[in-house]
């Protein structure tokens, strides 16, 4: 169980970046003038929560 942290760690990266594709799916069917910075301010969730995984895989393989 030494991985607990590191696996609730990457579950709730993958539930913020599930969460985050849903919103642009709501947005892309609901598209309006108003949609463009929320779609930016996603996108860097996504990119960040991707980079997240990768740094506690990457690290994960090192110990």
């Given at each position: 169980?030494?991985?607990?942290?590191?696996?609730?760690?990457?579950?709730e990266a993958f539930y913020e970046i599930y969460k985050d594709i849903d919103k642009l799916v709501f947005i892309a069917n609901n598209a309006n003038v108003f949609s463009y910075n929320e779609v930016g301010r996603?996108?860097?969730s996504?990119?960040?929560?991707?980079?997240a995984i990768e740094?506690?895989?990457i690290s994960q393989k090192s110990i």
């Open positions: 169980m030494a991985n607990a942290p590191l696996d609730s760690s990457i579950k996603i996108e860097r996504i990119k960040q929560n991707v980079k740094y506690l895989l």
